[in-house]
């Protein structure tokens, strides 16, 4: 036989063992989203189980005010959020925006929710939150969801750049990222 025939019939041989084993193997299962290691606080209550898990890629406006209640002084603002909900395999499957925050799925349904508590999240990141849903408007995915955790979280603090009296009204946007779990009752 002849090298380029040998060489041939040892990829061919290497193909055929490679997908032999690939075909042996069990389907990798999708990990479900797991509560543990989450403070106490943002965990959603017995009964309910995950109904979709969501990455939330996008922007947060805040604005430089007035601060409440301590005249001649001011602060960042958090103005509302801007961000692509995607499923676990990067397709977009909703968008979050506010105010009110809102989260829409792309078949229509929408809901808006009551914040029930949050957590921090480490220095740099906006905290854990949990959040008790309004029933959705429309009829689709975000239909039945009882509540939604945002976790795994990635920047969206305020601006570290200076907010005077000067530069009141300037408005800045932060990236952040954020998974958001929705979840149902069983």
């Known amino acids: 036989m002849s090298t380029k025939r040998i060489s041939l ?5 290497s193909a055929a063992a ?4 690939c075909g042996s193997m069990s389907p990798m299962k999708p990990m479900m989203f797991s509560q543990d290691g989450l ?3 943002v965990k959603v209550p017995m009964g309910n189980k ?3 898990e969501t990455a939330g890629v996008g922007e947060i406006t805040y604005e430089c005010r007035d601060k409440a209640n301590a005249p001649g002084m001011t602060e960042w603002v958090f ?13 977009q499957v909703g968008k979050y925006y506010g105010p009110p925050a809102t989260w829409e799925s792309m078949d229509g349904s929408k809901l808006t929710a009551t914040q029930l508590a949050v957590a921090p999240a480490g220095v740099g990141n906006i ?7 309004n029933p959705a408007m429309g009829m689709g995915a975000m239909t039945g969801v009882t509540h939604i955790q945002r976790v795994a979280i990635k920047g ?3 601006p570290a750049s200076l907010c005077s009296p000067a530069s009141k009204g300037v408005k800045e946007i932060v990236k952040y990222q954020a998974d958001y779990i929705f979840w ?3």
């Open 39 to 41: 403070p106490d606080a």
């Open 50 to 52: 995950v109904a979709m």
């Open 18 to 21: 490679l997908l032999a084993a």
């Open 156 to 158: 969206g603090v305020a």
């Open 127 to 133: 905290p854990y939150q949990l959040v008790r849903a």
């Open 184 to 186: 149902k009752a069983m």
């Open 79 to 91: 103005v509302g959020p801007n961000a692509a909900l995607n499923d676990r395999n990067g397709k």
């Open 9 to 13: 019939s040892l990829a061919t041989i």
